[in-house]
Structure formats: C-alpha cells, structure tokens
C-alpha cells in the first residue's frame, strides 16, 4: 500500500496544520494543501495524489460537489477520496459515500490514528477492486 | 345542533367532519369545507367518499389517510397520525394532523366517527429550522473542537519536542476535558436529532441477547479496569425482538458503563435478559450505593448528574437517550433503586408475536 503524497482540500488553516503534523509523525512529508474544490480540481492532475482528503464545508465549492466532479471526469475518478468533516449525521456520511468516496473521517478525528485509519480504507478499497 | 355550538365548531382553524355509521356526513365545519371550496350545508346527508374523491382529484394522499380508509362503524379505537398531501399538479404540500375518534350518542352508543384536521405547517417548519440547526451547530463546534484535540494530542505524543512533568499533567486535565466536551457536543446532537424524530431506525429482527453480548465486550475493559464482574443471566431461548442493532446496543452500553462506574471495586454488575407478558426485557443491575427515592424521577431528565457522576465522565444525557430510543423502539424503561441496595435499570421491548403488521 502506497501512501506517501497527499491532497488535503481543507479551508480551516488550524486543522491544516494539524492533519499534517499528524501525517508527518508517521513519515508523510509530500502533502499538498488547496482550501477549497475549485482549487483541488486544478491541482489534482498535477498533484497525482495516493489520496485525497475532502472536507465538505468550504467556500467556492463544496467537498460533495468537489468529489462529484472528480468521479465525472475519467482522468481524476481514479484518485480515491476519503472526507475527513464535521458533517457527522448518518445521512451525511451516506450522502458522502454514495458520491464514490472510499471512506469517510468525521471531526474531530484522532491524529495519532489518522494515518492508520487513511490506509485501513485504501487497503479496503483495493481488497475490493477485481 | 345548537347555534353557539355550530358557532364555537366553525370559528375553530381545525377542520372538524363527522360521519354516521354508514360514512355518510353529519357534520362540516367551516375551516374544513373552505379549504375546498365546499358550501357545509350541501354535503350534509352526502357519502364521505365523495369529499376524500374531491381531496384524491386534487392531492396525492397518504395511505394512513383513515377517512379514506374507511374505518369499521364498531371501531373503538382513537387515532393520529401525520399526513403529507402533496398537490397533483403542483408544488404545494399540506402537513395535516388526523385525529380521529368515535362519535357517541348521549347513552355512549356508537353513532359515527368524528375526524378533526390540524394545519401542521408551522411544526413542520419548525421542524426544519431545528434540523437546519443541528446541522449548524454540529459543523460549528466539532471545527474548533478538531484544532484544540489535534494539537494537544500531538504535543503530549511528543511531536513538539519534550515537555516538563508539570505541563504534561496540564495537557492531560486540558485532553481528557476536551474528550468530555466531544462527547457532550455528540450527546447533545444526538439527542436533538432523536427529540426532533430526525433518527431513522434501521429496523431487524434479532435476538436481543447478541446486543448485550455486543456490549458486554465494549465495556468489558472499563469493567476490568474497575475490577468488576460482568455476569450475563438469559433464558435458553428469546423471543426476537425488532430493534435497530446500534441504537440498542447504545443503549445497553450506557446502562452497563454507569453501572460500572457505580460499583464498588471487586464488585459485580449482572445482567438478565428473560421474558415477561409479551416483552423481552433487560434488567442491568448494579452493586452501588443506590439513589434516593426523591431523586429516583429525575434519573432520566437532561443533565441529571447524580451522586458524583459527572467526576466519573459521564455528560448526563446517557439516560435521556436511552429512554429516548426505548420510547422509539415502543418499549419502556425503568429504574428501580433503594439507598445502599444497589440500582437496577430495566427496559423492555416488545416481542415479535406481539408487533401488529402493519395492516
């Protein structure tokens, strides 16, 4: 399993900083940080990220419609996707899913196992590729 | 019918119908016939069919409409239910309570049905607002949440470089203070959601004794930690109950963890499942010191610490929740305690044989 670059779409800088200290514990040093979906759709092909973690309240574009767009277009609907936001109803969570993303973080999530829960669902979702 | 009790039944905003034994209408009040443009003194003597036949032209009605229904004359029973009638040609959807009840004569003789109609626009609305809420205030208070828990975390995990004694300690009181607030805010949230009947439940058919078994093993290391035995008593066969798996299992757990925590050390907290009338019921029990007859009500009201409970982390909404989903599930719960004689927590579910069909 191959996690080492990562695309964080997040708008709040405390939580950016904290997601990649998290990451950096555990060795992960190539993580690109966009603030919103506008901005991750630009950059995703560029980036080529293992993952892309999508927040879903933000400014310009939200994380749904974010991840929408990446699924529609068959250059980036490879990327996996996993939310990592506040929105924690069940309805939410099935909403995110049903949008094609892998897995789903609610806030406030743990730092000291974000990493193991990012590639707990990778390798989940390439146990499930033919 | 007497003039001031005609005048008393047309100034009030529900609509109220009443029909004979035969469905044919006794009675129309003016709010209801003026939401269809109907003249009352017409439809007097007219079947009841005929006005649910001008409501079906123009709005898709719901299947728990009963006067669409048609109720048998000798049905004693008084029902409610919530409609939605969404408009057959357009966008306008009407949120009506139906009340419904039978008409008796002086002698108490069935002599018809009454039905009574109420505009629930604004609850609906409120509703929503209240959903639209939950929303806001979930999003608003994990964000901030995520930053304080994610840099404490981390500093005590050493990522910042070494800390003293002293400052170690603070960030403990700081992080295990921040866990509390996450799980009030989840609390709160959850039980807004439920109050709000925004929690749908997923519904099967199970043994209950898998959820307490379930449960049993997520506390079973706090009990540990407690030096408490867990002993589970249950008969060789249960009834099945129909529950949502997680919610039961919620509640469960938040029976047993208080137990736990109320328990003196090397004490033993048991649980009995067993059937009683039609119920599956489930009985935790505890060794602790007990609680006060005059603070025995309060036990399932919010923020409810009692004794020393919020030292022992808990938010004081475990047990409105737990009665709150018993009350979904269309079971009871209970709680029965004597000062030095341990407590005991019961809730019972109806079992299967027991649950009406639908029909």
């Given at each position: 399993m191959n996690l080492s670059k990562?695309?964080?779409?997040?708008?709040?800088?405390?939580?950016?900083?904290?997601?990649?200290?998290?990451?950096?514990?555990?060795?992960?040093?190539?993580?690109?940080?966009?603030e919103n979906g506008e901005e991750c759709l630009a950059v995703v092909g560029q980036v080529q990220p293992d993952v892309i973690l999508l927040d879903v309240m933000m400014?310009?574009?939200?994380?749904?419609?974010?991840?929408?767009?990446?699924?529609?277009?068959?250059?980036?609907?490879?990327?996996?996707?996993?939310?990592?936001?506040?929105?924690?109803?069940?309805?939410?969570?099935?909403?995110?899913?049903?949008?094609?993303?892998?897995?789903?973080?609610?806030?406030?999530?743990?730092?000291?196992?974000?990493?193991?829960?990012?590639?707990?669902?990778?390798?989940?979702?390439?146990?499930?590729?033919? | 019918m007497e003039v001031l009790e005609r005048q008393v039944l047309d100034s009030t905003p529900c609509g109220v119908l009443a029909v004979d034994r035969e469905a044919r209408i006794l009675f129309i009040n003016r709010s209801l016939a003026k939401a269809f443009g109907l003249?009352?003194?017409?439809?007097?003597?007219?079947?009841?069919?005929?006005?649910t036949a001008i409501i079906q032209s123009r709005f898709e009605c719901p299947e728990n409409f009963a006067l669409c229904s048609g109720l048998d004359p000798d049905d004693r029973r008084a029902l409610s239910a919530f409609l939605e009638f969404r408009q057959r040609n357009g966008e306008q959807v009407l949120h009506v309570r139906e009340d419904t009840r039978p008409l008796r004569s002086s002698n108490g003789a069935i002599r018809g049905r009454i039905y009574v109609y109420t505009d629930m626009a604004r609850e609906k609305e409120i509703d929503r607002m209240k959903s639209e809420f939950i929303a806001i205030a979930s999003h608003e208070l994990r964000t901030p949440m995520t930053s304080i828990k994610g840099s404490v975390d981390l500093i005590l995990s050493g990522y910042a470089g070494d800390i003293s004694t002293d400052t170690q300690e603070l960030l403990e009181i700081a992080q295990k203070n921040c866990d509390r607030l996450i799980?009030?805010?989840?609390?709160?949230?959850?039980?807004?959601?439920?109050?709000?009947?925004?929690?749908?439940?997923?519904?099967?058919?199970?043994?209950?004794?898998?959820?307490?078994?379930?449960?049993?093993?997520?506390?079973?290391?706090?009990?540990?930690?407690?030096?408490?035995?867990?002993?589970?008593?249950?008969?060789a066969e249960l009834p099945l109950v129909e529950v949502d798996k997680d919610r039961i299992e919620q509640v469960v757990t938040n029976l047993l963890s208080n137990a736990i925590k109320f328990s003196p050390p090397r004490g033993q907290v048991r649980v009995a499942l067993e059937v009683v009338d039609g119920w599956v019921q489930c009985c935790v029990q505890d060794q602790g010191s007990g609680i006060a007859e005059d603070q025995l009500q309060r036990v399932f009201g919010k923020f409810q610490q009692l004794g020393n409970s919020a030292r022992k982390g808990g938010t004081g909404l475990g047990l409105a929740i737990s009665q709150a989903l018993i009350n979904e599930h269309r079971g009871r719960i209970w709680v029965e305690s004597k000062l030095n004689q341990g407590t005991k927590f019961v809730f019972r579910l109806p079992a299967c044989a027991d649950i009406p069909s639908p029909s």
């Open positions: 990562i695309l964080l779409v997040e708008d709040d800088p405390d939580i950016q900083k904290v997601v990649r200290m998290s990451l950096k514990l555990r060795g992960i040093k190539d993580i690109t940080v966009v400014p310009k574009m939200d994380g749904y419609e974010t991840c929408r767009r990446l699924k529609a277009n068959p250059d980036t609907r490879g990327y996996p996707i996993i939310f990592l936001t506040a929105k924690a109803q069940q309805f939410e969570i099935k909403r995110g899913i049903q949008e094609g993303a892998i897995g789903y973080l609610t806030k406030p999530f743990d730092p000291m196992t974000l990493h193991e829960q990012i590639v707990a669902m990778l390798k989940q979702n390439a146990e499930k590729k033919p | 003249d009352p003194p017409e439809w007097i003597g007219r079947p009841a069919a005929d006005l799980r009030l805010i989840n609390d709160i949230l959850d039980l807004a959601k439920i109050e709000a009947g925004q929690v749908r439940l997923n519904l099967e058919r199970l043994d209950l004794t898998e959820a307490v078994q379930r449960s049993i093993q997520g506390v079973q290391a706090l009990a540990d930690q407690n030096e408490i035995e867990l002993v589970l008593e249950r008969p």
